[in-house]
């Protein structure tokens, strides 16, 4: 019904600067909520940063600063510009989109397949 395609990822070093895409494609109505997530091995999946359809966004402490969500609603895609990045930034990122399914007409939470980001000290 919805795919999600991330682009972006890949190795970087310590105070460098990587951007992330995910671009939404598939039965759209419309687009609520867009976040990133990543999960780092042997920790749990944490939220990154989120974006409301009116432009809210929300932020994890750790990223306050350096990180930056923003949206292209005509193109579907939500973008995470990371700059400063730090070795404990090194994860799996993966984007998160509700979304108003077109032939169902409900809300439903979609994954991205995963990037992988690795910061190098």
């Known amino acids: 019904q919805v795919q999600l395609v991330e682009t972006g990822g890949g190795l970087v070093q310590a105070g460098g600067s990587l951007r992330l895409s995910c671009a939404a494609s598939g039965s759209i109505f419309s687009i609520n909520t867009m976040g990133w997530y990543r999960q780092a091995p042997g920790k749990q999946r944490e939220l990154v940063a989120a974006i409301t359809g009116g432009g809210i966004t929300n932020y994890a402490d750790s990223v306050k600063g350096r990180f930056t969500i923003s949206r292209d609603s005509a193109k579907s895609t939500v973008y995470l510009q990371m700059n400063s990045l730090k070795p404990e930034d090194t994860a799996v990122y993966y984007c998160?989109?509700?979304?108003?399914?077109?032939?169902?007409?409900?809300?439903?939470?979609?994954w991205g397949q995963g990037t992988q980001v690795t910061v190098s000290s």
């Open positions: 998160s989109i509700k979304v108003i399914v077109a032939t169902i007409g409900l809300l439903n939470n979609y």
